[in-house]
C-alpha cells in the first residue's frame, strides 16, 4: 500500500490516504473524473508518468502545534553544483540574449547523503514539522515506491476550487526574502522581477481566453511562503471546462518552463545536466471530500533510503546575473533543508 499525507494551506487538519499503487494516467484530459490524488512529472511525455492514486477514504487529523526535531546529519555536493550550475547559466543566457526565449527556468539539484536511512516515523516527523515551519503552503508526503517519497512545500497554486462554483489558478513568479521585501509594495520590486511575473500573468490569461469564457483577474499582490516572498496575481473562472482540459492547457507554465513554453521546454530538455523527474510538475487531491486542489510540485525533495535529492529553480531574463539566481535556488534550498535540522 501507498500513503499519501497532504495538508491544506492555511489550514490545521492532516489527510491521509492509503491506496495501492498509483495507476499510469494516459490522457490528463481524463483528470477529474475519479476520486483519489494525482501526482504528475513535469514533461508528461517524459519517462516519468503521470500517477493517479484511486482513494475516496479519507482519515483526517490536527497537526500537533510541536514536533522534536529529526536533526538527521548529512553531506552534500554544493560545490560540484555551483561550477555546473554557472556553466548551465551561461547557456542560457546566450539564449535569452540572441532572442531565442525571453524567459526559460533554470533549475538545479543538491544531492544529500544521510547519516542515516529514512525510516516511516521519520517521514511522518518531517511531515508534521514541513506543516509547522510553512503554515501558508500546501505540504505534501507521497510515497510513490516502497523506496520512493517525495515531501514537498509548495506556495503555488496549479487549479484548484474556487469559491461560486469556479476555478481559482495563479501566476506566481519573482522572489525576495521577507527582509529584502518588507515595506515594499509589488510596484516597488525590481523591473526583472515584475516582468518576470507578467510573463506568466501574461499566458495565463491568454491561454484562459482562447476558451472564449469571462475570466476575473486580481490586481498584482505579494505572497509569503515561509521565509520567501513572490510576486502573485489570481485568476477565477467560471466552470464551464473540464478540470483535465484546463490542466493540459496550462502545464507547464512559464513559471517553471519559460516563453514561449515549448522552446524554452526543448531547452531545459537539451541544458540541464539533471532529470526533473517530478519536480516542477503537479500534485492534489481530485473529487475528495476536501475539494480538488493541484498544486505546483515546488520546495521538494526526493528520499531514497540514505540518500535525498532536492530540486530548485528560478527563472532568467536576459538581465539576469549569475551569482544572484545562484542564491535564489540556494534561499528556495533551504526551505527543505530547515526541515531537516
Known amino acids: 500500500m501507498n500513503r499519501i499525507l497532504f495538508r491544506l494551506p492555511d489550514t490545521q487538519l492532516a489527510h491521509e490516504l492509503r491506496c495501492s499503487v498509483g495507476e499510469e494516467i494516459m490522457d490528463i484530459e481524463s483528470l477529474g473524473n475519479t476520486f483519489g490524488y ?8 517524459g519517462k516519468h508518468p503521470a500517477l493517479f492514486f484511486r482513494s ?26 555551483y561550477q555546473e550550475y554557472r556553466s548551465v547559466f551561461q547557456q542560457c543566457l546566450q539564449y535569452l540574449q540572441a532572442g531565442t526565449v525571453k524567459k526559460i527556468v533554470l533549475s538545479r539539484t543538491l544531492s544529500l547523503e544521510l547519516s542515516r536511512e529514512i525510516s516511516d516515523a521519520d517521514l511522518q516527523q518531517l511531515f508534521t514539522i514541513t506543516c509547522q515551519h510553512y503554515p501558508h503552503s500546501y505540504v505534501s508526503l507521497v510515497q510513490v515506491s516502497e523506496n520512493c517519497s517525495w515531501l514537498i512545500a509548495t506556495p503555488e497554486v496549479l487549479l ?3 469559491p461560486d462554483h469556479t476555478w481559482h489558478t495563479m501566476a506566481l513568479a519573482a522572489t525576495m526574502s521577507v527582509e529584502e521585501a518588507s515595506g515594499l509594495s509589488p510596484q516597488d520590486w525590481s523591473s ?20 472564449q469564457i469571462p475570466i476575473s483577474m486580481s490586481p498584482l499582490h505579494t505572497l509569503t511562503a515561509g521565509h520567501l516572498v513572490h510576486l502573485c496575481t489570481d485568476f477565477t473562472l467560471p466552470r464551464t471546462h473540464s478540470l483535465g482540459h484546463l490542466v493540459s492547457i496550462l502545464h507547464p507554465t512559464p513559471a517553471v ?29 481530485v473529487n475528495l471530500s476536501c475539494g480538488t486542489h493541484l498544486f ?21 531574463l536576459s538581465a539576469s546575473k549569475c551569482d544572484k539566481e545562484w542564491q535564489e535556488t540556494q534561499r528556495k534550498l533551504n526551505t527543505m533543508l530547515h526541515v531537516l535540522q
Request: include cysteine; charged fraction near 25%.
Open 296 to 316: 505546483v510540485t515546488l520546495r521538494c525533495m526526493q528520499i531514497l533510503g540514505h540518500n535525498a535529492c532536492l530540486y530548485a529553480g528560478g527563472g532568467l
Open 160 to 162: 484548484e476550487d474556487g
Open 56 to 81: 475516496d477514504n479519507v482519515l483526517s487529523w490536527e497537526i500537533p502545534s510541536f514536533s522534536d526535531a529529526v536533526n538527521i546529519d548529512f553531506t552534500d555536493n554544493s560545490d560540484e553544483c
Open 192 to 211: 526583472k522581477d515584475v516582468e518576470e511575473q507578467q510573463i506568466v500573468a501574461n499566458y495565463i490569461a491568454d491561454r484562459l481566453q482562447e476558451l
Open 257 to 285: 518552463c519559460g516563453h514561449p513554453t515549448r522552446e524554452a521546454h526543448r531547452l531545459i530538455e537539451e541544458t540541464e545536466r539533471h532529470d526533473r523527474a517530478y519536480y516542477a510538475g503537479f500534485s492534489g487531491p
Open 38 to 45: 494525482v501526482f504528475a512529472p513535469f514533461s508528461l511525455r
